[in-house]
């Protein structure tokens, strides 16, 4: 019964005039850095002139990589390379990778190179996998039609996301949706409570730990911040597709979290358990920085494509202490099991 009511509201969104005219009344993007923006989770990049930051691979192009579980070897150079994306178990991967994917072409980039070949994507990104393809179009839409950006005009890879679902032709989007669409969601967060977390730095956009040998360690975790690191520096920078990732979160946000499920009622139209209704989005065991992200961006009214609409009552009362709390709890929600709807047809 639920279930059939959320689909009725989706529906009622999706064709509904109200949404395009409260979408004409949104605020408009002021392209300004909004007060209270939650840097952990959009990882500004350091001033110009800064030096990169010491990378785990090795410094030289010609240099072999080599990573666990796996026989093959990528040369940095072609790791960092745009001609292919690396795909270091492409016998997880289900069905054909399409060449928008792999290859990408010119003004639209590879989308398995931000994403990773079975789009469970980095938290600087988006995990794009195992959503239902009429969600991942109508994302790509929203980010063509102007509709979806960042809160933080900063932030250089949405706005390049926007670039692409410009570019890319319908044929195209279609193949990644469904391609990513099948791949299995990913089971590799792990969400930690914990007084402290490790010292971090920013590389490619993302916080790493600093390794020990310089001068990294554990420090006290600040109340209102998620410290989200890869398991690997090195496995992270190569994209290997089996890599976990930890977020550490100060004790007791996870049960805050929960209560915020419950306040707002998000598991009416995300699942009893944040594992997505049809086309409506799963939640559990996603990012935490993403999630938070997209709470925050649909808040400010930077994300406001048709089916934002459903959320925007729930996000304009939210606190940003309540969306960092919900994101470690779906974070911490064990990634669903089962069937993926496959096709573009399966629609509603
Ligand atoms: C330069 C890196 C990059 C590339 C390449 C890239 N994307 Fe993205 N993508 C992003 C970022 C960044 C976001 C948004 C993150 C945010 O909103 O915080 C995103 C978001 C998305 C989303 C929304 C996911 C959701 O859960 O709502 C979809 C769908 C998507 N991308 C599809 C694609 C497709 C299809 C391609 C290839 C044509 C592609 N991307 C290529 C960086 C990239
Ligand atoms: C009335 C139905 C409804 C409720 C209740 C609801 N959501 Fe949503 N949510 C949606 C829809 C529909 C979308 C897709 C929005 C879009 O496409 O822009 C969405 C999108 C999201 C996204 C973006 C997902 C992605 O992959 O980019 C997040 C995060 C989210 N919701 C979190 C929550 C949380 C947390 C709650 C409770 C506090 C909640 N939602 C309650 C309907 C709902």
Redesign the pocket.
């Known amino acids: 019964m639920r279930r059939t009511r959320?689909l009725i509201?989706?529906a009622l969104?999706i064709f509904g005039t109200s949404a395009v005219i409260a979408q004409q009344n949104a605020p408009a993007p002021t392209g300004q850095i909004p007060a209270g923006l939650p840097e952990w989770a959009y990882t500004p990049a350091p001033p110009a002139g800064s030096p990169p930051p010491p990378s785990a691979l090795p410094a030289d192009d010609n240099a072999n990589v080599l990573i666990p579980g796996t026989s093959k070897t990528m040369t940095r150079g072609a790791l960092r390379g745009l001609k292919e994306i690396p795909d270091w178990h492409s016998e997880d991967r289900v069905g054909t990778m399409p060449a928008v994917v792999r290859n990408g072409r010119e003004g639209v980039r590879a989308c398995g190179f931000c994403h990773l070949a079975d789009g469970s994507g980095r938290p600087e990104n988006?995990?794009v996998s195992a959503?239902h393809p009429v969600?991942f179009m109508?994302?790509m839409e929203?980010f063509k039609n102007g509709l979806?950006k960042s809160a933080d005009p900063r932030k250089a890879n949405t706005n390049n996301m926007i670039g692409f679902a410009k570019n890319a032709t319908p044929e195209e989007v279609r193949a990644a949706a469904e391609y990513f669409g099948r791949q299995p969601y990913p089971r590799r967060m792990k969400v930690v409570e914990s007084k402290t977390a490790p010292k971090v730095r920013l590389q490619g956009g993302m916080h790493m730990a600093v390794p020990a040998a310089e001068g990294g360690g554990m420090e006290p975790i600040r109340a209102d911040e998620i410290v989200e690191v890869p398991e690997d520096n090195l496995r992270a920078e190569a994209r290997d597709t089996r890599m976990g990732w930890i977020a550490y979160v100060p004790p007791g946000t996870l049960n805050r979290g929960k209560q915020?499920?419950a306040?707002?009622?998000?598991a009416?139209?995300?699942g009893a358990n944040l594992e997505g209704i049809g086309?409506?989005?799963?939640?559990a065991g996603?990012s935490p920085s993403?999630?938070m992200r997209?709470?925050f961006d649909?808040k400010e009214g930077t994300?406001?494509?048709?089916?934002?609409?459903?959320?925007k009552p729930?996000v304009s009362r939210?606190t940003v202490q309540?969306?960092m709390a919900?994101?470690a709890f779906?974070a911490s929600t064990p990634a669903p099991t089962g069937a993926r709807p496959t096709t573009t047809s399966a629609a509603r």
Not at 304 to 311: A, I, K, N, T
Request: proline share 8%; aromatic share 10%.
């Open positions: 959320v509201a989706v969104v988006a995990p959503y969600y109508q994302q929203d979806r915020v499920v306040k707002y009622q998000c009416t139209c995300h086309p409506v989005p799963a939640l996603r993403y999630t997209q709470l649909m994300r406001r494509g048709p089916w934002s609409e459903l959320m729930i939210m309540e969306m919900v994101s779906a």
